[in-house]
């Protein structure tokens, strides 16, 4: 049975003020949902709810189904099986590029343990950065940051990728890096749910605008 994350009549708010009303869709194994829009259209407030970051005003917010071997259950929060890469890096800069991966794996790895996740090493080395291993994650470049944490996606495998700007501060080769590796997830019956301005092979997905007419 295929990952069915279903969205329906969601409602969500951000400081008294209403940024999405009534919002449905569905999105399937395989498949990418762009969201787009204006600053303050409620675009990073709709991913942090998928994340389970935010509670919504109204409606609800499920997935469903099992990739064998995940050990997924239906009535678990979506949340559970999401992995969520927001604004921030998410990373101690005192602690290296090594320990901070770790640190994710421990945490996010706790509930359900995937035989394809990647140890840290293995993880850098995905992302092309294995020569920072050992540095603080304070020393490293924005770009370099951001790809240790688009790394945790690799420690820690989750079907359903939450991401906002997730090439922020990467360079061409590293964008080029990253639209490979969400073709890889969606081929393997992943789910994508991003906000985006940068081109990341996501030509066939499907496209959410908020805050109204461009």
Do not use: C
């Given at each position: 049975?295929?990952?069915?994350?279903?969205?329906?009549?969601?409602?969500?708010?951000?400081?008294?003020?209403?940024?999405?009303?009534?919002?449905?869709?569905?999105?399937?194994?395989?498949?990418?949902?762009?969201?787009?829009?204006?600053?303050?259209?409620?675009?990073?407030?709709?991913?942090?709810?998928?994340?389970?970051?935010?509670?919504?005003?109204?409606?609800?917010?499920?997935?469903?189904?099992?990739?064998?071997?995940?050990?997924?259950?239906?009535?678990?929060?979506?949340?559970?099986?999401?992995?969520?890469?927001?604004?921030?890096?998410?990373?101690?800069?005192?602690?290296?590029?090594?320990?901070?991966?770790?640190?994710?794996?421990?945490?996010?790895?706790?509930?359900?343990?995937?035989?394809?996740?990647?140890?840290?090493?293995?993880?850098?080395?995905?992302?092309?950065?294995?020569?920072?291993?050992?540095?603080?994650?304070?020393?490293?470049?924005?770009?370099?940051?951001?790809?240790?944490?688009?790394?945790?996606?690799?420690?820690?495998?989750?079907?359903?990728?939450?991401?906002?700007?997730?090439?922020?501060?990467?360079?061409?080769?590293?964008?080029?890096?990253?639209?490979?590796?969400?073709?890889?997830?969606?081929?393997?019956?992943?789910?994508?749910v991003v906000a985006t301005?940068?081109?990341?092979g996501l030509?066939?997905?499907?496209?959410?605008?908020?805050?109204?007419?461009?």
């Open positions: 049975m295929p990952f069915l994350l279903k969205v329906d009549r969601l409602t969500l708010a951000r400081g008294g003020r209403t940024l999405v009303a009534d919002l449905s869709f569905e999105l399937k194994s395989g498949e990418a949902l762009v969201v787009t829009g204006p600053n303050g259209a409620g675009k990073s407030t709709l991913l942090r709810a998928l994340a389970g970051l935010l509670t919504p005003v109204s409606g609800s917010i499920s997935i469903s189904g099992a990739i064998s071997g995940d050990g997924v259950d239906a009535d678990d929060a979506p949340a559970i099986h999401a992995h969520y890469v927001g604004h921030a890096d998410a990373m101690k800069s005192a602690l290296t590029a090594r320990e901070n991966l770790a640190f994710w794996g421990a945490a996010l790895g706790a509930r359900n343990v995937r035989r394809d996740a990647l140890a840290p090493d293995d993880v850098l080395r995905r992302v092309g950065l294995p020569q920072v291993a050992d540095l603080p994650t304070g020393w490293l470049s924005a770009g370099q940051k951001r790809r240790v944490a688009l790394g945790r996606l690799f420690v820690a495998p989750r079907p359903l990728w939450i991401l906002d700007e997730p090439a922020t501060a990467l360079d061409r080769a590293a964008q080029e890096r990253l639209a490979a590796e969400m073709a890889l997830h969606r081929k393997a019956g992943g789910l994508i301005h940068a081109p990341l030509e066939d997905a499907h496209e959410l605008q908020l805050g109204g007419a461009p």
